[in-house]
Structures are given as C-alpha cells and as structure tokens.
C-alpha cells in the first residue's frame, strides 16, 4: 500500500478549497499555482475526486471547483481512496502490489496491524483537521516572514 503523488496533491487541493468560506469557487491554476504544483496533475487529481463526488465544477468564465461536502465530512481515507482506488488489507507496505507469501511472511501479523492502525488513522483525520493544521503553520511562516 503505497500513497500516490496524486493522492498527496488531492489533499493538498481540498485544504485549499476547504480555506474558501461560502462555496467559493476556485480554478485549478488558483490551486496549483498557490501550492507550487503542476497544472495538469492537479486537474487531472480534480476530476478523479469529482467522480468521487468529493468536489464539483462550474464551467464558464467564473467557473472553477468547490466542496460538495463540510470538511469535517470528509476523511483524508475518503481523499486517498478517490485517487488511488479502494486499500486492501493485503496490501504489502514492502512491495507494490498485494501480499502473495503471506503464509511464509514474518511481518504478516506486524504489518496487517500497522496497515489497520494507519487505515483508522486515516478514517480519524478529516479535511477540516488538517485544513486547519496546514493553515496554523501558513501563519506561522508569514509571521516569520514579516519579522
């Protein structure tokens, strides 16, 4: 199990559209741009969580994305799962794929216990918390900035 580049930028966007109060609407190159990340992976990040019916879009000139659901609806698990598809409880943290020596693995106990400790973890921390993580510490840096 292995959490994808995409999946990482997906989280990175919804806290950017989770600071606009109101259901603002955002554009992509808005979000990529203000995280420093490209256009066309952050678009193509957008689409898959709107499949997911985690976002969705208005065309035209003042078009953009915006939230479908409160932040605190919606888990980093929810996130993750949209871009990189459903997580296995086989899903070997070592290799990329799933685990086909497990009755021969030494960590198989070990791991499967860390892989559900991390997938409660992830269930736990919704948008909203770490939306709000991320915007204490973008206070902190323009703080550091000003000084």
């Not at 969580?49 to 479908?68: D, H, Q, T, W």
């Not at 871009?83 to 070997?92: E, L, R, S, V």
Request: hydrophobic fraction near 40%.
């Amino acid at each position: 199990m292995k959490i994808s580049r995409s999946a990482v930028y997906a989280v990175y966007g919804l806290v950017y559209l989770s600071w606009k109060k109101g259901g603002a609407l955002c554009t992509i190159s808005e979000i990529a741009e203000y995280w420093q990340m490209p256009s066309d992976l952050m678009a193509k990040v957008f689409q898959q969580l709107a499949r997911a019916g985690i976002v969705a879009s208005k065309r035209g000139i003042n078009g953009g994305f915006y939230l479908l659901k409160e932040p605190k609806n919606v888990s980093l698990f929810e996130i993750i799962e949209a871009i990189d598809g459903t997580f296995q409880k086989d899903d070997c943290i070592l290799r990329s794929d799933s685990c086909s020596i497990d009755h021969s693995c030494r960590f198989k106990e070990e791991w499967h216990a860390v892989v559900t400790s991390f997938y409660e973890l992830l269930r736990r921390n919704t948008l909203e918390e770490i939306a709000r993580i991320e915007g204490r510490r973008k206070s902190l840096d323009t703080a550091r900035q000003n000084r």
